[in-house]
């Protein structure tokens, strides 16, 4: 089992910067594929990026491509959420997600991950 905790949310202006993190806990964290999601108010959460097990692999939504930069250490149990070139569509509660994974294949399903971070809040002010 995995347990998520995302932090490094806050207010930035558009065109700025901001960098997610999101630490585990398990022994086993290096076994799981890590999703980064966003969910604004009245709308559907939506996937952002994702990154294998072992980090060899990445994957991002056209939305974000060429912006956001996910990556991951292991031995710290953590992955990131580079977030440069900001605007104010990108604001929204940011999630981690983990699912048990080992094959280098990607999801962007919410209904494939099955342990969720709690939550940080990104602003991106005009």
């Known amino acids: 089992q995995v347990q998520l905790a995302e932090s490094g949310g806050g207010l930035v202006q558009a065109g700025g910067s901001l960098r997610l993190s999101c630490a585990a806990s398990?022994?086993?964290?290096?076994?799981?594929?890590v999703g980064w999601f966003r969910q604004a108010p009245g709308k559907e959460r939506e996937f952002g990026a994702h990154i294998t097990s072992t980090g060899g692999n990445t994957y991002y939504a056209d939305s974000v491509k060429g912006r956001f930069t996910i990556s991951r250490d292991n031995a710290k149990k953590t992955v990131y959420l580079q977030m440069n070139s900001l605007k104010p569509e990108d604001s929204a509660i940011y999630y981690c997600?983990?699912?048990?994974?080992?094959?280098?294949?990607?999801?962007?399903?919410?209904?494939?991950?099955?342990?969720w971070g709690q939550g940080t809040q990104v602003t991106v002010s005009s």
């Open positions: 997600a983990a699912r048990r994974s080992n094959d280098g294949s990607y999801s962007t399903s919410v209904s494939d991950y099955a342990y």
């Open positions: 398990g022994r086993t964290f290096s076994s799981y594929a």
